[in-house]
């Protein structure tokens, strides 16, 4: 005889059995759902990796041109340095040439102004030798006429 409990416990056990298939199909559903989203968030993790990636390699290129930069701007503040001292060395180059620019000015004006002294000695000796040369001119002129008459007279006399 077929006993009815017992196939009850087994229908109820196939309902049981069911039951949890559908429950292990909900979960492996949610499962696959879940592994889905977790290659969509690798994804979206890679990207974010390459992107940080880039980013790293922006900022190590933006240091080395940075690190380049410190380097001439290091190397145009030495030529400035340098550049500047020359500027200070040629203003006291400068400075030494305007002074003895203006000793040579000073002694230039002394040596116009002994210039001009010994051209006006040299006038008034001029005049001076002139008036002395006109004198002359005029004793020689009187004593050459006084010579010329007592040379006569004797001549005169001599016949006389």
Do not use: C, P
């Not at 077929?2 to 949890?20: G, S, T, W």
């Not at 949610?30 to 592994?35: H, K, M, N």
């Not at 040299?122 to 001076?128: A, G």
């Amino acid at each position: 005889m077929i006993n009815y409990n017992e196939m009850e416990k087994v229908i109820q056990d196939l309902n049981n059995y069911v039951e949890k298939i559908q429950k292990t199909t909900e979960s492996q559903k949610r499962i696959d759902e879940s592994v889905e989203q977790l290659e969509k968030i690798k994804e979206s993790i890679s990207e974010i990796a390459d992107n940080i990636k880039q980013y790293t390699d922006s900022i190590q290129g933006i240091e080395s041109k940075h690190e380049t930069l410190n380097s001439q701007v290091d190397i145009v503040l030495q030529d400035y340095k340098k550049l500047h001292s020359a500027f200070e060395l040629l203003d006291i180059e400068l400075k030494k040439i305007n002074a003895k620019n203006e000793s040579f000015e000073n002694l230039l004006q002394a040596t116009k102004g002994e210039i001009e002294n010994i051209e006006k000695s040299q006038k008034l000796i001029i005049t001076n030798q002139s008036k002395a040369i006109k004198k002359n001119k005029i004793w020689f002129g009187v004593l050459t006429g006084f010579a010329s008459a007592i040379l006569l007279l004797t001549i005169i006399g001599f016949f006389l």
